[in-house]
């Protein structure tokens, strides 16, 4: 039925097509912090579990002939009520370990828990959307029960075939920063503009911060700002971030060690070494647009935070209301979105 109104503002050439705004917003499922397990939080669980357990065997062993028959058939029962629980704790462990998966909601299975805001979780689903500029009306959705970082390839991917060509340009929050997903895109042929995060880190001195290194893509080396050359041995290595792992190159020189600047630009007793990612060059053609095209990223709260608004604050649907899968989630969001549209158009 959703893809039904976005059909009928295509029609009406209500659907710009030309620039589209993506984001995520958490909705809360049916299913308690309290029904929500991770690894930690099941080690914590058997932990206190077994500590309990090993506390009535004592208290059998040492006063067996101290206590009643009513009082040692009470102790058996909470041993068996915590055994229960063991298994049922160790019964979430194995399904975890054998479907690779890091959380188990046991009221409603999908949901995950999700930081919502200023560092807060809740058991929810990620919504992610897309929404068109011309009217604010959004295009397509899709219900996860994972973070932004990974989304944005997937939902211009979509985004392409509803339109039916891949002349747009999408722009996204610092949450979408992610050189996997810059590469999604360029492969799609979209043009993306995704908020750069802050700096991770900083050189003592902000004057060498990786920003100010220059890099020559024909020689494939850095300048530093004392005009020193960093070159690489030309080899790949593997660095993790979270659960991704990138290949990055590795820059350096031997002029480090006599720089007069040396302390200013790094605390590495070896020397400064800088690193770039596979990606490197899609993140700061990315860079550029975002620097080239300030006014047009300015907009993107404006059009993708408008139904959000609207559909949270003014129609409080901040939670889900059913509780079994993804697929009865996406069904509740789609009317949800199917009634914005029709309420947009009519408008």
């Known amino acids: 039925i959703f893809h039904a109104t976005v059909s009928l503002a295509k029609n009406f050439n209500l659907i710009g097509g030309k620039l589209l705004a993506g984001d995520g917003t958490k909705l809360r499922a049916q299913n308690s912090k309290k029904n929500n397990f991770t690894h930690a939080k099941i080690e914590r669980h058997i932990a206190y579990i077994d500590q309990k357990l090993d506390e009535y065997s004592t208290i059998l062993a040492q006063q067996d002939g101290d206590i009643t028959l009513g009082q040692k058939a009470e102790i058996q029962q909470r041993i068996e009520k915590h055994q229960q629980h063991k298994n049922r704790y160790q019964g979430f462990k194995k399904h975890m370990d054998q479907t690779g998966q890091?959380?188990?909601?046991?009221?409603?299975p999908?949901?995950?828990?999700?930081?919502?805001?200023?560092?807060?979780?809740?058991?929810?689903?990620?919504?992610?959307?897309?929404?068109?500029?011309?009217?604010?009306?959004?295009i397509d959705f899709k219900v996860t029960?994972?973070?932004?970082?990974?989304?944005?390839?997937?939902?211009?991917?979509?985004?392409?075939?509803?339109?039916?060509?891949?002349?747009?340009?999408?722009?996204?929050d610092k949450g979408y920063h992610t050189g996997t997903e810059f590469n999604y895109a360029d492969k799609l042929g979209v043009q993306v503009m995704v908020a750069i995060p802050e700096v991770a880190s900083h050189a003592p001195d902000l004057a060498f911060d990786v920003e100010k290194f220059t890099y020559?893509?024909?020689?494939?080396?850095?300048?530093?700002?004392?005009?020193?050359?960093?070159?690489?041995?030309?080899?790949?290595?593997?660095k993790k971030h979270g659960k991704t792992t990138n290949r990055i190159k590795h820059y350096k020189t031997k002029a480090c060690l006599t720089c007069p600047a040396f302390e200013?630009?790094?605390?590495?007793?070896?020397?400064?070494?800088?690193?770039?990612?596979?990606?490197?060059?899609?993140?700061?053609?990315?860079?550029?647009r975002i620097e080239q095209n300030r006014e047009t990223y300015r907009?993107?709260?404006?059009?993708?935070?408008?139904?959000?608004?609207?559909?949270?604050?003014?129609?409080?649907?901040?939670?889900?209301?059913?509780?079994?899968?993804?697929?009865?989630?996406?069904?509740?969001?789609?009317?949800?979105?199917?009634?914005?549209?029709?309420r947009r158009i009519f408008n």
Request: hydrophobic share 35%.
């Open 216 to 238: 020559n893509k024909s020689l494939d080396q850095y300048q530093c700002p004392q005009g020193q050359t960093l070159i690489t041995n030309g080899k790949w290595y593997f």
């Open 102 to 108: 890091v959380q188990v909601s046991t009221s409603d």
């Open 264 to 288: 200013r630009c790094t605390k590495n007793k070896a020397g400064r070494l800088i690193e770039r990612t596979e990606h490197a060059d899609l993140i700061d053609q990315n860079r550029k």
């Open 110 to 138: 999908d949901s995950r828990q999700l930081i919502t805001r200023n560092n807060i979780t809740e058991v929810a689903y990620n919504i992610q959307a897309t929404v068109d500029a011309k009217h604010n009306l959004p």
């Open 145 to 172: 029960n994972q973070n932004d970082s990974k989304a944005m390839g997937g939902m211009l991917r979509r985004a392409k075939t509803i339109l039916g060509n891949a002349d747009f340009t999408a722009v996204y």
């Open 299 to 342: 907009k993107r709260q404006a059009i993708v935070e408008h139904p959000f608004g609207i559909i949270k604050r003014q129609w409080d649907f901040y939670y889900i209301m059913t509780k079994k899968s993804i697929k009865h989630a996406s069904a509740d969001v789609g009317l949800i979105f199917t009634a914005f549209n029709l």
